[in-house]
């Protein structure tokens, strides 16, 4: 349910540690400062997969603006279930769980290389046990637990693409939030969705 400036998608090895509230986000290689009591941590090890950082070295505008929305989402989010769709390095789903905002989480991409990443950034969180990392969704016969939040972040083509298979992964009254494409795009990612949700924009965190 979100706009956002889409950022320069550009491997980057590394990233600054981002703070957003009680939520911070780090590189697992870099030495960061002390936690302050109450913070949650999660750890990335980004590879070319994930399209994590831009070559300044920033975590994406639209990772950021989607990591606020769901540290905003904590304290009244009930546990359930996150469906991160286009995971990349899993950031979104992992923070889900650490957050307690759901108890399980499934995590998708088509490239089996951002899932394989994923998978490795779950099991360094310890929450390994706690979500399904799946190549290409919708090329799954069985069944996959339905959503209770849903977040993606994507290009608009994407976006526009997985809108019915998001639909139909999301439980009623699923709280979605969608990002990683361009104002300009608005109109074709409401276009895609309005007929499954209720669509608001998304403010952007303050600097």
Do not use: K
Request: glycine residues 8%.
């Amino acid at each position: 349910m979100a706009a956002a400036l889409l950022a320069a998608f550009t491997f980057a090895s590394s990233f600054a540690p981002l703070e957003v509230g009680r939520l911070r986000v780090a590189p697992a290689r870099v030495a960061a400062p002390p936690l302050v009591p109450g913070c949650t941590q999660v750890l990335l090890d980004a590879d070319e997969f994930t399209f994590l950082a831009t070559t300044r070295g920033d975590l994406h505008a639209s990772t950021s603006m989607l990591l606020s929305w769901l540290e905003e989402l904590r304290p009244s989010a009930p546990a359930g279930r996150c469906l991160d769709y286009g995971c990349g390095s899993g950031v979104l789903g992992i923070v889900a769980l650490r957050l307690g905002v759901v108890d399980y989480a499934v995590l998708t991409d088509v490239s089996e290389g951002a899932v394989a990443c994923a998978r490795g950034n779950a099991e360094l969180n310890g929450v390994g046990t706690r979500c399904e990392c799946v190549a290409n969704l919708p090329s799954i016969s069985r069944p996959v637990p339905s959503a209770h939040v849903c977040v993606a972040n994507m290009l608009a083509g994407p976006l526009c693409s997985v809108a019915l298979d998001i639909a139909g992964r999301a439980l009623p009254n699923c709280q979605l939030a969608l990002s990683g494409f361009r104002r300009a795009e608005l109109p074709a990612i409401s276009a895609a969705y309005e007929p499954h949700f209720e669509l608001e924009p998304l403010t952007p965190p303050s600097p």
